[in-house]
């Protein structure tokens, strides 16, 4: 046999052996693919798990709870409910235990999730517990902890007639920030009530995650110190106006997520000036000296012997002043965002603050996970990390760990999963016909009014691509307090000050009071760089670099260029692009009232009306200035929630944050992008409108 006849076959044999190889790996990630799937998606409970409740604080009425197609099916649904990203409000046995300080029933039972307007939810495989959508058990160095999800502020529920209807991906009626302040005086009940205390510390023992009544008691303390703390933080400022409260449907999301980045960023040589002035000098110098001993980066456990000391010293007015300085005010709340499409946006949030290519959602996922609780164990550490350069630190002045519970695996699963979600359409079957005739009229007003910055888009095409369309606040008119924020806060860079900080523009040195945008921006990079403490390093090198690859690999969604009539980043302005609000297309508008970024205007038929002084008002021929939030029942004619006639959240407009002004083009107001003002449409043309909206 000539020697290249042995070449061919040994070259013959190699290709063999590769083509098995292949063809083993393409079984093997198959395998791999469907053995997840059957992991993720094991619970099918029937409707989902939904749970009705008949006591309801404003005489909503669901006898029955029914789900739209929105491309997912109970398994689906139940995953995205329960599945933890890394948030630890509470231990889970104290979630379990803690009874509510207004009538000593359990703080979780479903009459108090109504009260706060959540979703209550049967017990089922995947939720042992029977917690609310978007609530979930988390594990963290070895305990369970009790946590949100993405579900819980992105999920909806609309009542007509005794139907419920529940939108996925819709934005919640969620009240938080009473859920956090009426959780925060449970916790301090519990605390001040010897037997309350006993009963509580008894039933938690019974779970057996501590071993000791004193354990359990100074755990208590510290979560009650540290919500009692996040709410001070948080609380509507009184500077002279009108206090901006939430209410339902609405959260300072990211007011608060920058609360909590400042929080973690803190050094003593950042914290000490600032007890000097607040302080009287005994008190300052006296907790000065217990700082002595802790590392510059303040730890969570050194925050909280340093506020234990601060709530026991000082006046709540110096205590005031001084978180006033170190924190911005959460104000600005906003309406939840709907879900369907995210994933196809090239920017995302209210003012687009986010660009969502390459690993883009991760870094948004993580944002909010930091918001909603997750742990920020961050540390200083002199030694060598070879992450540090991949996360723009420095050998020489050594590294920052960002370790946190954030579960980065799960912040992919879920932006994949919503990538089949679509926007629900219109239940004729539940909320009456749509009359085609009238919607054929209102698509022409559509093209004309609203299609300049509303794209049309196919709702289910697997392409599509949604881009925003910005337009500066002055321009469209709305209130500006949202996006003004985002621009005009700062905080003290603590830990990283002296880091560099990528922008649009180029590269931002960050000076010991930044912009708060740049380091949300740096923390959320590193965070999602950084190893998972739960994890080898091997273990985790694997993973991550698993999810990078995929979660890249999986985003359609290039870096591109801004679009819309907004005021570009400069050198010297480098986020003022985010002085804007974006417009997104409207499938699926008819299901997420109220309207405006704010959640100013209670139905799409206000919202086609002009906002009016109090001195010019006219029913039904202008946006209500006052009105009631809360109630799911909903108004199929003029397309939003009951917003009158009950005792719910009373929302008004005169309030800096609240201001229903702006985006009056179908009332002849405002100014089209190429500058025109249409004539403003009468009744019929508004129903006309209306009717076609309800197609999308």
């Given at each position: 046999m000539s020697s290249q006849s042995q070449d061919f076959r040994k070259m013959f044999s190699y290709l063999k052996r590769a083509l098995l190889a292949f063809v083993a790996l393409v079984i093997l990630w198959a395998a791999i693919g469907a053995g997840n799937r059957a992991y993720h998606y094991w619970d099918n409970q029937a409707n989902a798990g939904a749970l009705l409740v008949e006591q309801d604080r404003f005489g909503d009425e669901a006898k029955t709870i029914a789900y739209l197609e929105q491309g997912w099916g109970n398994r689906e649904r139940l995953w995205f409910y329960n599945t933890s990203q890394g948030s630890n409000l509470l231990p889970m046995s104290f979630a379990l235990n803690v009874k509510h300080a207004d009538d000593q029933?359990?703080?979780?039972?479903?009459?108090?999730?109504?009260?706060?307007?959540?979703?209550?939810?049967?017990v089922s495989s995947s939720n042992p517990y029977g917690l609310p959508v978007g609530m979930t058990l988390d594990n963290y160095k070895g305990k369970p902890y009790f946590g949100f999800t993405c579900a819980a502020c992105h999920t909806t529920q609309i009542n007509y007639r005794g139907q419920g209807i529940r939108i996925d991906g819709g934005p919640a009626m969620a009240d938080m920030e009473n859920f956090m302040l009426d959780l925060g005086r449970s916790l301090e009940a519990t605390l001040a009530n010897a037997e309350l205390l006993a009963e509580f510390t008894s039933n938690v023992l019974e779970q057996g995650d501590y071993d000791s009544a004193d354990a359990v008691k100074h755990e208590l303390e510290i979560f009650t110190q540290r919500i009692g703390t996040y709410n001070l933080v948080n609380k509507p400022r009184d500077t002279g106006r009108a206090l901006t409260h939430y209410g339902f449907a609405r959260l300072d999301a990211f007011g608060r997520i920058y609360n909590r980045v400042l929080e973690h960023l803190i050094t003593k040589s950042q914290l000490e000036p600032l007890l000097k002035q607040h302080l009287p000098a005994a008190d300052a110098a006296e907790l000065i000296a217990a700082m002595a001993p802790m590392p510059e980066l303040l730890r969570n456990q050194d925050r909280d012997l340093l506020i234990a000391q601060l709530n026991k010293r000082v006046s709540l007015k110096a205590r005031l002043n001084l978180l006033n300085d170190l924190f911005n005010p959460a104000d600005a709340p906003v309406s939840y965002p709907f879900l369907w499409d995210i994933p196809h946006h090239d920017y995302v949030q209210w003012n687009g603050i986010v660009q969502n290519a390459s690993i883009g959602p991760l870094g948004r996922n993580a944002g909010q996970v930091i918001g909603v609780f997750g742990t920020l164990d961050f540390e200083h550490n002199s030694g060598i990390n070879p992450m540090a350069l991949i996360n723009k630190q420095s050998f020489s002045k050594g590294h920052i760990e960002f370790t946190s519970s954030l579960d980065i695996r799960n912040l992919r699963l879920v932006e994949k999963q919503l990538k089949s979600l679509t926007s629900p359409?219109?239940?004729?079957?539940?909320?009456?016909d749509i009359n085609r005739e009238m919607a054929a009229k209102g698509r022409k007003h559509f093209v004309a009014y609203c299609a300049a910055c509303h794209d049309d888009i196919v709702r289910d095409d697997p392409k599509r691509r949604v881009i925003a369309k910005l337009s500066h606040y002055d321009k469209v008119g709305t209130d500006n307090k949202m996006a003004a924020n985002s621009v005009e806060f700062s905080g003290g860079s603590g830990i990283i000050e002296g880091r560099y900080v990528d922008t649009e523009v180029g590269e931002l040195y960050l000076e010991?009071?930044?912009?708060?945008?740049?380091?949300?921006?740096?923390?959320?990079?590193n965070v999602i760089l950084e190893r998972d403490p739960d994890k080898t390093w091997v273990e985790w090198l694997a993973e991550r670099a698993f999810d990078f690859l995929l979660t890249i690999n999986e985003n359609e969604v290039k870096p591109s260029i801004k679009r819309g009539d907004y005021s570009p980043n400069t050198t010297a302005m480098p986020y003022d692009s985010l002085r804007a609000y974006k417009a997104r297309p409207l499938n699926g508008i008819w299901a997420t009232a109220p309207y405006l970024h704010n959640g100013s205007v209670p139905t799409l038929y206000d919202l086609l009306l002009p906002a009016c002084d109090a001195a010019d008002f006219v029913e039904d021929e202008c946006r209500p200035n006052d009105f009631r939030v809360g109630s799911r029942e909903f108004d199929p004619q003029k397309v939003g929630f009951r917003s009158q006639g009950y005792a719910g959240f009373a929302f008004d407009t005169a309030i800096y944050g609240n201001h229903n002004s702006g985006h009056e083009y179908a009332a002849g107001k405002t100014a089209q992008p190429n500058g025109k003002i249409l004539p403003a449409l009468d009744h019929t043309g508004r129903m006309e409108l209306l009717e076609y909206l309800k197609t999308l």
């Open positions: 029933q359990p703080f979780f039972s479903p009459a108090h999730i109504l009260r706060y307007r959540y979703l209550p939810q049967q359409q219109w239940p004729e079957q539940y909320l009456g010991p009071r930044a912009p708060i945008a740049g380091l949300l921006s740096y923390t959320t990079r």
